[in-house]
C-alpha cells in the first residue's frame, strides 16, 4: 500500500438538519481526501460540523438530519494474495442508510470512536459481549473464537488481565480504561478507517497522552488512517499528518499540519493560533498583564445564513464590500495548501489595490 | 447482594408496622363498638344473645381491655394464627374470605399484565423510534384518552354493547349452571370462556400507561450515545433498538412485574365489582357496605405488607438484571 | 457539530419561538411567569383544554341558570324518557328555529315498558332566557329564568336533551349540578394536598435531621397503601347519619390524603437543592432571615412545580369521587354527582334499555381529558429556562 494511496473522498458534502424553525446546514460544501495509513485531522470549535461530517460518512447522521448533496466515496482494498490486490470503490453516499451493504462497511471498514467513554458502552452488558458483538457480526466466528479474539484486542490496547476484562461491566472500569476498551471494540474487527471523534475531550491530561500514544501506535499496527476529530490543536499537533479547520460547516483551510502552524493563512486559523496559550506568554504575564487572545464574537445563529463568508462578523482582517457580499471559493496559495479567503483571491487584491 | 436484601428487610419493618396500626384504627373508625353492632346484627337475623355469649364476644374481641391492646391482641392473632377476624357479611373469616378468593384473582391479574405487556412494550419501543410520526401523534392520542377512561367505564360500555347487539350477558366467572357444581373440564371451559373479557379489560386499563412510560424512557435512551456506537458497529437497526435501549428501558417496567402482588388486590377493584367476578375486591366491597370492618383492615393491612414485600423484591430484582445495582457501584454510567 | 450542540439547538428553538418579532430585548426582561405564559400559549392542545374547562366551571357556577330543569324534578309522566330529538325542519318542509314536537306515551305490548313516539302537530319551539323551574341562586337570589328551555309551563313538553333517568329526572340538568359537585372535589381536594404538602414538604426539607427521617417514612408508608381500597375503606367508615355537607368535605379529606405525598416529596427535594444554591448563600449572606429567604428566594423558585403537582393530581381525584360514589359509598342520594347518576348505571339491565344514563360517562372522559392535557401543557410550561 502507498502512502499517497487514497482511501476515503468526500466530494461537496452538505448534510442539513430539518428543524421546526429553519433548516441548520451543519455541513455545508466539504471535501476532504482520506489516505489510507495517515491521519488527518480535522479542527474547529463546537458547531462547526466536525462531528456531523464523520456521522455522514458512515450513513449515521440522527433525524431530523439528512445527506443532502455530495458523494463519499471508499475506496475498499480486497486481498486476493499477498502480492496482488483489487480495489472496490464503493459509492457510500449511493447506499441507503440501514442497508446491507452500509452495514457491512460500518464497524468492519471503517468504525468510530467517541467523545464519551462513559457513555459509549451499553451498561448492563459486559464488556467482552459488546466486543464479541461485532466480531461475531462481521467474521465468520464461534462464540469461543470471538471470545479469544475480544480477549486479544483487548490485550492489544493495553489492558491489563485482558481475561479479566473481558467479563467487566463498563462502569467497573476507569474512564481511561474504558476509552481503551472502547478503541478495542472499534478495533476488533481490523478497520481501515478510525474516525475518532474527540477520544480524548473527556479525560484527564495524563490519561489523553497515553491515549494518543496508544493510538498512534495501534495505526502503526493494524496500517490504518484514522480522521481525528478535535477542537484542541495540541493533539493535531501531535497526531496528524493533514489538518482540515472547520468553521460553519465549510472546510476554511487545508494542509499538512507543518505548514498549517508555520504558515496559517485563514484569518480564522491565525486566530485559533493566536488563542494557545504560550508558556513564554504565561511567563511575560506574571510581570505585565497580558490576557489571552480570544477570537472576538460568537459563532453566529445557526439558522441563518450569512451572505459572503460566514466568518466575517468576527474577521479581524474584514473587508467591508467584499467578504460580506461574495462567498470565497477555495484557493490553492502553494502545492497542497488550500485556504477558503477573500484575501487570496485576485477579488481583494484589486480591492486592496484601490 | 445479601447483606443489600438484608438491609431492604430490616427497612421495611417499620413500615410494615405503620401500616399495621392504620389498618387497626380503620377498623376503629367506624362509630360504635364492633360487639355491640354484631350482637345487633345477630339479634337482628333472629338469634337470640345471651348475657354470657355477648360477655365472650366482648372478651374475644378484647373490648374490655385499652385500644393498644386490643391492637396488640389483633395483630399477634394475625401473625401467630392467620387470624385476621371475623367478616359477618360473609359469615366466615376473613381470612378464608380471601383465601378462597385469591386463584382467581391472581389468574386474572396475572394475565391482565401479560397482556398489558405483550401489547404496550412493543407499540412503546415503536412509537419512541417513530417519534413525531403520524403513528406517535395518534399512539400518544390514544393514550391520553385511554388515560382519561378508567377501566370500568369502559367495562360498561362493552358489557352494553355485548348485551343489546349480541345478547351476551357478560360479567360473572362461571355461567349459572356451573356456579356452585365441583370442578370439571366443562366447568374450566366455562371459567375461560369468561375470563378472556376481564382480563382484556384489566390489561387494557394499564396499556396506555406502559406505553407512556415505555415511550419515555425509550426516548431516554435513544439520546444515549451508545446507541450511536451500536449501530456504527453494523449492526441493523432491530437489534440495535432490542439489544440497546430497549434492554434499558424494560428494565423498570420488568422490575414492576412484582408489583403484580398488591395489584392483585387493587388494581382492578372497581371493574372487577362492575364485572360481578368471584375475586377478591368485590368482596371487599359487599363487605365494605356492612361496614364489615375487619375485612377491610385485613385488605388494607394484607394489600400494603404485600407491597411493601413487592418493593423488596422489585429491588432485588432490579439488582438482580442491573449490574451497576449488583456491583454497589452506581457511579456516573 | 457534536450531539450535544445540536440538542443546544433544540433547546435554543424552544426559547426562540416564543419571542415576538422585534422583541428580542423584551424576551430578555421578561420575568418568569411571562415566560411561563408564552410557552404555555404554545401549548394548542392545553390551551383547548383551558377554554372547556372554563366553560365547565362556568357551568358548575351557574348551574342553577344553565340547567332548562330543576334536578330533582321528577316528571312523573316522563320516566326513563329518551334524549328529544331537536329539529329546524317541520314535516312540511318549513325551517324554524329549533323546536322539539310534543310526545305521545304509548305501551310496548310485550314489555309493558312505556315506548314514545313523535306527536308532529305540537311545535314547541326551544327559546332562550325562558321561565321554568323556579330556582335560588347559590342558595341566595330566587329567579326562573333559565338560559334555555322550551318554556311555557306544565302544559308544554319539557325539554330532555339527554333524556331523563328512571325517575324521571332530566339527565342534562343533573349533569350541570353534578359537575358542581365532582369538578370542586377536586379543587377541594387539591386545596387539602396543597396545604399539607408545602407543610410537611416544607418541615421535612427546612429542618431535615430526625424530622425528616419520620416524615420521609411517613410518606413511604402512605404511598404504599393501595389507593381504591383505602378510599373505599374510609369512605365506608363515614357515619351514614352525616350530613350531605359534611360527607362531601369527608370525601374530599380521604381523596387527598394520599395526594399530598407527591407534593410534599417535590417541595422537599426543591428546598433541599436550593439550600445549596449560590442565590440563596448570598442572600444569608445579606442577613436576610431564614423565614424570607424560604419566602423571597427559594418558593418563587418552585412555585410552578407545585402548580404542576397539583393540576397532575386532580384528574385522581375526579375519577375516584365517582368511582366511590359509583359503588355508593362515597357522596349518595340526594346529592347529584357524576358518579351518584352512575348509580343507577350499576344493573346493566337499566344502561341496556335506557343507555342515555351513561352520559356522565362521556362528560368525566372529557373533564380527566382536559386536566390531563392542561396538565402537560403546564409541565411543559414549568420551567421556561429549559427545554
Known sequence: MSADQVLAEIKNLHTYFYLAEGVVRAVDGVDLTIKAGRTLGIVGESGCGKSITALSLMQLVPPPGKIEEGEITYYQTVHKTEAASTSNVIEITKLKPNSREMRAIRGNQISMVFQEPMAAMLPVRTVGAQIMEAIMLHQQVNKAEARERAIDILARVKLPNPDRIVDTYPFQLSGGMRQRAVIA???????????????????????????????????????????????????????????????????????????????????????????????????????????????????????????????????PQFMQGVCDQLAPEVVETEPGHTVRCHLYTSRSAKTRAN | MLSYIIQRIIRAIPQLLLISILAFIIIQLPPGDIVTRQIERLQASGVTVSEAQAQALIRQYGMDRPMYQRYLLWISNIITKFDFGYSYTFEKPVAQVILERMGYTFAIALFAHIFTWTVAIPIGIYVAVKQYSLADYIVTLITFIGLAVPAFFLAMIIMYVALTKFGIRTGGLFSQEYMVQPWSWGKFVDLLKHMWLPIILLGTGGVAGTIRTMRAMMLDELRKQYVTVARAKGLSEFKVIVRYPARLAINPILSGVMWLLPWLFSGGIILEIVLNLQTAGPALYAALRNQDMYMAGAYILITGALTAISAILSDVLLAVSDPRIRFGGVEGA | MSKKTLQKKQLGRKTRRPIPEGQEEEFYRAGQWQLVWWKFRRHKLAQIAMVVLGI????????????????????????????????????????????????????????????????????????????????????????????????????????????????????????????????????????????????????????????????????????????????????????????????????????????????ARTVRGRLLSMREEDFVLAARLDGETEAAIIARYMLPGFLSYIIVSLTGSLPGMILGETSLSFLGIGLNPPTISWGVMLQDAQDIMNVAHYPWILWPVPVVVLAVLMFNFLGDGLRDAADPYVS
Open chain 1, 185 to 315: 471494540m472499534a478495533l476488533s474487527c481490523n478497520p481501515n478507517l478510525l474516525i475518532a471523534d474527540e477520544p480524548t475531550t473527556a479525560l484527564d491530561v495524563t490519561t489523553e497522552a497515553q491515549i494518543l500514544d496508544l493510538m498512534r501506535a495501534l495505526q502503526a499496527e493494524f496500517n490504518m488512517a484514522i480522521m481525528y476529530i478535535t477542537h484542541n490543536l495540541g493533539v493535531i499537533a501531535e497526531m496528524a499528518q493533514e489538518v482540515a479547520v472547520m468553521y460553519m460547516g465549510k472546510v476554511v483551510e487545508q494542509t499538512d499540519v507543518v505548514s498549517l502552524f508555520r504558515n496559517p493563512q485563514h484569518p480564522y486559523t491565525q486566530a485559533l493560533l493566536r488563542s494557545i496559550p504560550q508558556l513564554d506568554d504565561v511567563m511575560a504575564r506574571a510581570g505585565k498583564k497580558k490576557r489571552l487572545e480570544t477570537i472576538r464574537g460568537m459563532i453566529p445563529d445557526p439558522y441563518s445564513i450569512l451572505p459572503g463568508c460566514s466568518f466575517h462578523p468576527r474577521c
Open chain 3, 56 to 263: 365547565l366551571y362556568f357551568i358548575a357556577i351557574f348551574a342553577e341558570f344553565v340547567s332548562p330543569h330543576d334536578p330533582l324534578r321528577r316528571y312523573k309522566q316522563y320516566l326513563s324518557f329518551p334524549p328529544t330529538a331537536i329539529h329546524i325542519r317541520d314535516k312540511q318542509g318549513r325551517f324554524h328555529t329549533p323546536f322539539i314536537y310534543g310526545m305521545k306515551m304509548g305501551r310496548d305490548p310485550v314489555t309493558f315498558r312505556p315506548v314514545y313516539e313523535e306527536d308532529t302537530s305540537i311545535i314547541y319551539p326551544i327559546g332562550l332566557f325562558v321561565r321554568g323551574d323556579p330556582y335560588k341562586l347559590w342558595g341566595l337570589i330566587p329567579s326562573d329564568i333559565h338560559l334555555f328551555g322550551v318554556g311555557g309551563g306544565d302544559e308544554a313538553m319539557p325539554l330532555f336533551i339527554l333524556g331523563t333517568d328512571t325517575i324521571g329526572r332530566d339527565v342534562l340538568s343533573r349533569i350541570f349540578y353534578g359537575a358542581r359537585i365532582s369538578l370542586s372535589v377536586g379543587l377541594v381536594g387539591i386545596a387539602i394536598s396543597f396545604v399539607l404538602g408545602l407543610l410537611l414538604g416544607g418541615i421535612s426539607g427546612f429542618f431535615g435531621g430526625v424530622v425528616d427521617e419520620i416524615i420521609q417514612r411517613v410518606i413511604e408508608v402512605i404511598t404504599t397503601l393501595p389507593s381504591i381500597p383505602l378510599w373505599m375503606a374510609l369512605a365506608a367508615a363515614l357515619p351514614r347519619e352525616w350530613p350531605q355537607l359534611r360527607i362531601y368535605f369527608a370525601t374530599t379529606l380521604i381523596l387527598s390524603i394520599l395526594g399530598w405525598t407527591g407534593l
